[in-house]
């Protein structure tokens, strides 16, 4: 991140290093906000409305206004992807209850929202991964009961990645009640015998607008496909495992706990939505700009 990189905090856009907000902003205390990332390329946010859906999802099942229209938060995106024009970067939007002047854990009347954004540059997808895949590991999922909640506070999360981290993992698929959910950040996917199953939306994972698009693709190809739980023991005997999301798009996970995933290669349902899915960005980005 450079230090003249313009952010915005509340109504101004200022320099990174002079965004501010109170130590006590129940963001910083108590993690109560939301977030959203964006991922943008040349520009342009893509799944615009579907981010924006969530958002306003998540807003209001913490109790919050959405503090901008969607031509306000248009405002400002194209201000902070105005400073890098041709760069791939994502779109940060995070969203907090404010400061009360004092801590405390009820919820005073008449907060003030703290509104932040920023861009970030978007890492090219490692070229290593469609063709090797990634190594994952299933962890209990730690996590709270309302894990549809795109909020910030993902220190769960984190400990969870970390810990894949450790086991020098790219990632750890989330086990709660001997069904597989989704990633620490990511939604999952499995194919069995040509059939495309990722678990139901629900309290227990993130409705990740990659996920969406996957279902889409692949019933606009006429993919069997099936929003289904998914048991460990199945998750095991998976032909192909995928995990998505907005800034890693779909990376094919080729070993599980140390074991090879089918023949340990990526899989041809996999490399067929990969493809579907970057002509989807290519029709997408030819049309007129946002
Ligand atoms: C827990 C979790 N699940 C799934 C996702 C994928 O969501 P999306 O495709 O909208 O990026 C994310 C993204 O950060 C996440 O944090």
Redesign the pocket.
Known sequence: MSEDQLVYLNGDYLPLPQAKVSVLDRGFLFGDGVYE?IPCYRGKPFRLQH?FA?LAQSLLAIGLDNPHSQAQWRVIMRRLLAQYPDQDRTLYLQITRGSSGRRELAIPEDMVPTVFAMSSPLKQADPAVASRGIAVVTLEDIRWQL?NI?TIN?LA?QLLRQRARDMGCDEAILIRDGYAL??????LFIVQRGMLITPPPGPH??P????DLVLELAAAEGTARLEAAIPLAQLRQADEIWL????REIMPVTRLDGEAVANGLPGPIYRQTANLYQARKASWQAEASW
Request: with cysteine; aromatic share 0%; net charge positive.
């Open positions: 990332v981010h969530r894990c795109k993902i999360n989704e990633g620490s950040s990511s939604n994972l993130l990740g607008v990659t996920r998505t999301s907005s800034s």
